[in-house]
């Protein structure tokens, strides 16, 4: 089990290796999971789900080594300048009260020769008799003053090739040899040449029985980034020599990852960094050779198919997702908007098809939807929705048989059941843990208040762990009380206890520890980085073995911490190191290997044979090595592990292969085997069963094979209360009581009951899933079969598939009806969707997948659901509102306005609509809106000058908006203007053209009269034939002495039309294009004010009436002889809504649709008359004549 639910990753591209030496806080990236290693924080959890792969964290590199602790640093730039560190600290022995060396400079004479740490210690000259004491270790190469050393410790490069790097061979000493030598392992050393700026690397290397070894070394910019250079290396001898392949790649290539086919190692894909290009690189042959292929996309990451080996899904910087059949050669866009890692593979046995894709997709507005298609079949008429409302974003999870939807952590699904971790709402750093049954459906608390923490990434790390080897095991750690506990189950989280503390100490001592005060506590932190341990390991290949880093006291500590392990499945515990150490397992679990994790360099190991009671100190490297890291489980079966280091800050990555082979004197035999009986505190059945298992003999150094360990009986238990847990809807009281929750109620069958049925009535209990246990309390807590009652429906409810209450029209709108009790299978459904349809059913099954339904018209609609059976009824309501998407809204406001007069304001929105639309008014400066859900808007100004107004409409989720803008005063005088038939020739009818117009003739006007600017204000009409409105505005800041000031105004307006009739105003508009600007005589001069005595101005209105009537039977009389109408009659139809004019605001004024005329084929030769009525109309019908089209015609 991992922590936060961890996929293993389709491709291990191998985890970068941090260069940093000392381990502070390395960073690896896998195409599974992030990692960190640090001496303080301790390996990371892989993210849930885990990235494929995240972008590189920062990893220290040495310009930044200056932020390191001093101590940390000073020790660095010792080892780099060849000074001596001083002794390599030696690990405290552990087991029992055997006798420990003194320390050095203690009374006494040395120890003897081939002294072992713990009981049990062979004689010299017998195997492994050249063993030393702690105080007789050799000093370091550092310490000795060995010049090599001393050379390569100060980074000098003057006795290492240049081609191929550099070998160094360490040989195994003879048997028996003097006592001065010190155990050796066959060791050979190879120096990545050329590689000392590189600050990352990555390394593959299969195993099984190959002995190809890839390692991609990079230099990662931290202020840029990205990969500035990479080197691609390869081994064929097991890591003995290597070549360089940067020809084999491209000199210039800049490679970022490493990836290698799960199902075919022999495949390997390299990935070139995106900063640089887009490209790929394929290799066949275990990368001897390889073809590149350049890319249209950048790829973020890889998800390789667990059966097919060339099948490929790649994720994109741009959050699209591509696959390809032919392992990267060619790829085809599926699906865009696919949320960060969250697309899976099919999965076999629940997936029909090897092809499918199930993914996680995001929509504009916002919402997550789970899709699944086929590779080669994702059109958007194939893509299918297994759940057609909307789910909680990052959340599906596709792992072995399940799919999951919802917000929450899914930790393992082995053994057909599901461990998830759940936050509650009153929870900040803890998850409960909950435990599902086979199915997946029903969940049951099994621990409150696991601890969890966030990893460098946001990853949630889930503090849980399970015990390899043996089912039903699980660590955990518990917040308590602001203290962090741990504790053990040995029934899959029936019964929690808290571990018992070794009774003694490394030193033999007794260790006072009394429960529940005190007690063992273990960092739970799995690594899914292969160059480490991690705090916590145990094997499949070694039942009942545990290693893991803690503490002894009142809770989790993280500074006061050792190294412990349990060889009888976490029954008891001992002590091995007071430092931590990273312990693997060799020879499939049959001894354990341990180095230091330690800033300073290191050139020994320590190796066990009898589970950690004792330990033989190896050198594996004549020169102290900056450790960063080890490989350890490819090498298992060749017993083989590599080392990666460097010998100084300077110099280049060192890969040191070590030979274990020669510590095993034979193959193990059937005398080399002991049995063990697995125990819970005493009790010899677990899970059910009680179970002998058999392991190497302590102190035999004969090598295993893979299938040497495991279990050799294995016999079924009479069932008893704590094989047994709380089923669904039941809690725990006391020892072994189940008892109904508050909000539970056993006697309701599920809701598929149908009356003449059964079903499976629970008494609370359930059997543990994997249990093998037999009679005994099994009848009395299994479910009894029970008839089917019959129920009336309640708890009726009707909801959209995306819980929304707003639908499209014209698109699918889905229902779903959910009944909360009742028989589904014989209540009658009926669903009235409130346009006049309705639909019947006799059962549920018809419509578990929802209703689909068109609305033809907008609107807000009243969905009525209907449930009945014979013995009863229930309804459930629900208010849709249809809307149809719009697309534009105009303004219409007049050019100026009156101060303290009431102005229309109205808002026209395309496409036109019956739905329900809101509309938000923002005038001027002001904070809030006016809401109104009518389009139009009465509105007083009280103060003059130029004010703003904005209408916003909201349609569903669209929310669209115009401006404009209009001028105050106390009053002014207008005036229709016309132009000479020309202009309306070069008119293309567009806002901004008659903008410019407006200006040209405002400057016209001030050159011929002299008049200011800030008084004129020219509003050019949409529509032909050109027209336009001049209004002459009072001076600013004059209100005061109205009757002056109009009198000036009308010297003015005098001023202008003098002017006008001499046609003294015109401009040029092209070269040989004159316009001249006219005076509409129609309406002469109009005064539009606030005051109430001016008769003469609403008679001169009265008279623009009639007229407007006259005009408009004149036009229909002579429409077939008006010039420039059929000329102009298709730009009509492409016009937008415009402003309108102070003198045309009457409702009553009649409207000309220029549509309605017909072509004709001759011309008028009478042009002014044409060019009066002309302009009439055109101010009448100053709103567009488009053909508005309506979204209710479906």
């Not at 010049?147 to 191929?164: E, I, N, Q, W, Y």
């Not at 195994?172 to 990352?200: I, K, M, V």
């Not at 990205?226 to 490679?255: A, H, I, P």
């Not at 002056?1044 to 401009?1067: K, P, R, S, T, Y």
Request: hydrophobic share 35%; glycine share 8%.
């Amino acid at each position: 089990m991992e922590a936060a639910r961890t996929e293993r990753p389709a491709g291990w591209p191998g985890a970068p290796l941090a260069r940093t030496g000392l381990l502070l806080l390395s960073t690896w990236v896998l195409a599974g999971a992030e990692i960190t290693w640090g001496a303080t924080g301790g390996p990371g959890r892989p993210a849930a789900p885990a990235s494929r792969p995240p972008a590189l964290l920062p990893l220290f590199p040495r310009a930044v080594v200056s932020q390191w602790p001093e101590e940390l640093v000073t020790a660095r730039r010792g080892a780099a300048l060849g000074r001596r560190p001083g002794p390599e600290p030696l690990p405290q022995p552990g087991g029992g009260s055997g006798s420990v060396g003194k320390k050095q400079g203690e009374a006494g004479g040395p120890s003897p020769v081939g002294k072992r740490w713990g009981p049990g210690a062979p004689a010299p000259g017998k195997p492994g008799g050249a063993r030393r004491s702690r105080r007789e270790q050799p000093p370091s190469g550092l310490e000795r003053g060995d010049a090599r050393a001393t050379a390569l410790a100060d980074g000098s490069k003057g006795s290492r090739p240049v081609a191929k790097g550099l070998r160094e061979e360490v040989k195994a000493p003879r048997a028996g040899g003097a006592a001065a030598e010190e155990l050796r392992l066959p060791s050979t050393s190879f120096a990545l040449t050329g590689d000392s700026a590189h600050n990352q690397a990555m390394v593959h290397w299969s195993g099984h029985n190959s002995s190809v070894i890839l390692i991609l070394t990079k230099l990662y910019d931290f202020n840029l980034g990205s990969v500035t250079e990479s080197s691609l290396w390869r081994s064929t001898d097991y890591g003995t020599t290597y070549e360089k392949l940067n020809d084999k790649v491209g000199l210039k290539t800049v490679l970022s990852y490493l990836y290698v086919n799960p199902t075919n190692k022999r495949k390997i894909m390299l990935l070139s960094d995106p900063e640089m290009e887009s490209s790929i690189l394929i290799s066949s042959d275990e990368g001897a050779t390889y073809q590149k292929y350049r890319l249209t996309f950048y790829i973020q990451s890889l998800l390789f198919h667990p059966k097919q080996e060339d099948w490929v899904l790649a994720y994109s910087l741009d959050q699209k997702l591509y696959s390809s059949m032919d392992f990267g050669r060619r790829w085809q866009l599926m699906h865009e908007r696919i949320t960060p890692n969250r697309f899976y593979w099919s999965v076999a046995g629940l997936d029909k098809e090897a092809d499918l894709v199930h993914m996680e997709v995001r929509t504009t507005d916002g919402y997550a939807h789970y899709l699944t298609c086929r590779i080669q079949e994702c059109a958007e008429t194939t893509r299918s929705g297994p759940f057609a409302r909307s789910i909680d974003i990052s959340s599906l999870v596709v792992q072995d048989e399940y799919i999951f939807i919802q917000d929450m952590h899914i930790i393992s699904t082995d053994e057909n059941q599901v461990f998830a971790a759940v936050q509650e709402w009153n929870q900040n750093d803890t998850y409960n843990l909950y435990i599902s049954d086979t199915r997946g459906i029903y969940f049951t608390l099994a621990m409150e208040n696991i601890k969890s923490s966030r990893g460098l990434m946001g990853n949630i790390i889930i503090e849980l762990y399970e015990v390899a080897g043996i089912k039903g095991i699980f660590l955990a750690n518990k917040k308590v009380e602001d203290q962090v506990k741990t504790y053990i189950t040995y029934n899959k989280g029936r019964d929690w206890r808290l571990l018992q503390a070794p009774d003694v100490d490394l030193h033999g001592s007794p260790v006072h520890c009394l429960l529940p005060f005190c007690s063992l506590h273990l960092h739970l932190q799995i690594s899914e980085n292969p160059y480490s341990s991690g705090r916590i390991s145990s094997k499949e290949t070694a039942p009942g073995l545990v290693v893991a880093t803690g503490n002894i006291g009142p809770e989790l500590s993280y500074t006061d911490i050792g190294v412990f392990i349990s060889s009888d499945g976490g029954n008891t515990w001992r002590q091995i190191f007071d430092e931590e150490y990273n312990v693997w397992f060799l020879d499939w679990g049959g001894a354990l290997v341990a180095m230091k994790h330690t800033p300073l360099p290191v050139r020994h190991l320590w190796v066990s044979f009898d589970e950690g009671h004792s330990w033989d100190k190896y050198g594996f490297t004549s020169v102290p090595l900056f450790v960063d890291g080890a490989l350890v489980e490819a090498g298992v079966e060749t017993q083989i592990m590599t080392v990666f280091g460097h010998f100084s800050l300077r110099s280049e990555w060192q890969l040191v292969k070590v030979d274990y082979k020669s510590i095993f004197s034979r193959r193990c035999t059937k005398e080399d085997y002991q049995t063990w009986h697995l125990l819970n505190q005493g009790e010899p059945c677990v899970m059910g069963e009680r179970k002998i298992f058999k392991k190497r003999k302590p102190g035999a150094q004969c090598a295993l094979g893979r299938d040497s360990s495991g279990t050799v009986v294995s016999e079924p238990c009479v069932c008893a209360d704590w094989d047994f847990e709380c089923d669904y809807g039941y809690e725990r009281h006391g020892e072994s009581q189940c008892v109904p929750a508050f909000w539970y109620n056993p006697a309701s069958p599920s809701k598929d009951c149908s009356l003449g049925q059964s079903y499976l009535n629970s008494t609370g209990y359930r059997r543990i899933v994997s249990n093998n246990c037999t009679d005994g309390l099994r009848e009395k807590y299994t479910a009894k079969a029970q008839m089917c009652p019959g129920k009336a429906p309640r708890g009726l409810h009707v909801v959209t598939t995306d819980g929304r209450l707003v639908a499209e029209q014209g698109h699918n709108a889905t229902f779903i009806i959910l009944m909360e009790e009742g028989d589904l299978q014989r209540t009658n459904i009926q669903l009235d969707f409130g346009d006049g349809i309705a639909v019947s059913y006799a059962n549920f099954s018809p419509i578990e997948d929802g209703i689909k339904h068109v609305y033809k018209s907008a609107g807000i609609f009243q969905v009525t659901a209907y449930a009945e059976n014979n013995l009863g009824s229930d309804t459930a309501v629900l208010f849709l509102h249809v809307v149809c998407p719009v697309e534009h809204v105009h303004l219409r406001v007049p050019f100026v306005a009156i101060r303290n007069k009431e102005v229309n304001i109205s808002a026209v929105v395309w496409p036109s609509q019956l739905g329900t639309l809101t509309y938000f008014w923002w005038f001027g400066n002001s904070t809030k809106p006016l809401i109104t859900l009518d389009s139009s808007i009465s509105f007083t100004f009280l103060a003059e000058g130029t004010n703003t107004i904005t209408v916003q409409v909201a349609a569903g989720n669209a929310l669209i908006q115009d401006t404009k803008d209009i001028a105050v005063h106390e009053y002014f005088q207008s005036q229709l203007l016309s132009f000479s038939p020309n202009l309306d020739y070069h008119n293309p009818d567009i806002p901004e053209w008659r903008q410019d117009i407006g200006n040209v003739i405002k400057r016209a006007l001030v050159k011929v009269t002299s008049v200011p600017e800030d008084q004129i204000l020219v509003a050019v009409f949409p529509g032909l034939p050109t027209s336009a409105e001049l209004f002459i505005l009072p001076p600013k800041n004059l209100t005061e002495r109205r009757k002056g000031n109009e009198e000036d105004l009308e010297q003015i307006v005098e001023m202008l039309f003098n002017a006008l009739n001499q046609n003294l105003v015109q401009f040029e508009l092209k070269p040989g294009v004159q316009v001249i600007v006219y005076v509409t005589q129609l309406t002469l001069a109009p005064l539009v004010d606030s005051s109430a005595g001016h008769s003469s101005s609403a008679m001169l209105m009265l008279l623009s009436v009639v007229f407007v009537g006259l005009a408009v039977f004149l036009i229909y009389k002579f429409k077939r002889k008006i010039p420039w109408i059929n000329i102009y009659a298709q730009v009509q139809h492409d016009k937008e809504q415009e402003m309108i004019g102070s003198v045309s605001q009457s409702e009553n004024a009649p409207k000309i649709t220029l549509s309605d005329f017909t072509e004709p084929e001759e011309l008028l030769d009478k042009e002014l008359d044409t060019r009066v009525i002309g302009g009439i109309a055109t101010i009448a019908n100053s709103e567009s004549t488009k053909e508005i089209p309506n979204c209710t015609s479906v």
